[in-house]
């Protein structure tokens, strides 16, 4: 039942890349990345169950940290074409 | 009496394990399957984080009734704490970095009318 698990997550994986490939905005294929690499997360704890190994858990959460910063990074590139930005909010010397 | 409950519970544990992890990955299937057949963005997005944190859960929870010892256990917490917080997170930044590039949503039935999409 575990392999059926993983089998599950890697067609799940496959049918949200041709989302991630065919997307028409950016912002679809940005969430078609990040809801990929949740679904990665997953896939890799259940192969580290399925081969008795739990120590893939360590790179789950290496993915998790990873995941989470690239999306943002990502969004934040393309609202301001740049990094280099302070996202806080601005005061009122600043405007 | 407790011994007996405890030899069931250990018997049934493993079952109780895969059958939530599968109840997981199949929800991840079907919110893929929302993202592909969605007509719009933000319906698209709906799909997915709803689905992912729910998937997560369960199949986090199918692992952690699996887990051989205490530190897997507490991995596995630190990964489910993580992807409990940074999905609704990344989920509301997507939304609004779309809304503030001026995606609009689309409004009024499908094949009725093309009004909202423009």
Do not use: C
């Not at chain 1, 969430?31 to 008795?52: E, Y």
């Not at chain 1, 893939?56 to 990502?74: K, M, W």
């Amino acid at each position: 039942m575990i392999g059926a698990a993983a089998l599950a997550l890697i067609v799940a994986i496959a049918l949200m890349l041709i989302r991630a490939l065919s997307g028409p905005t950016l912002y679809d294929r940005v969430l078609a990345v990040n809801s990929l690499g949740t679904k990665i997360i997953l896939l890799l704890g259940v192969i580290g169950f399925l081969t008795g190994r739990p120590d893939f858990l360590d790179i789950s959460i290496l993915y998790a940290l990873i995941n989470f910063v690239a999306t943002i990074a990502i969004l934040k590139f393309f609202r301001y074409r740049s990094f280099q930005v302070s996202l806080t909010r601005r005061g009122k010397e600043g405007s | 009496m407790i011994a007996e409950a405890l030899e069931y519970w250990n018997a049934f544990r493993p079952v109780l394990g895969s059958a939530l992890m599968l109840v997981g990955a199949v929800l991840a299937v079907i919110g893929t399957v929302g993202v592909l057949r969605f007509p719009d963005f933000y319906t698209r997005l709906h799909a997915a984080s709803v689905t992912d944190t729910a998937a997560a859960t369960l199949a986090i929870l199918g692992m952690v009734l699996l887990a051989p010892s205490f530190a897997v256990v507490f991995k596995l917490a630190v990964v489910w704490l993580f992807l409990f917080l940074t999905g609704p997170t990344s989920s509301h930044a997507l939304a609004n970095a779309a809304h503030t590039a001026g995606l609009q949503p689309m409004i009024g039935r499908l094949g009725e009318s093309d009004g909202g999409d423009e």
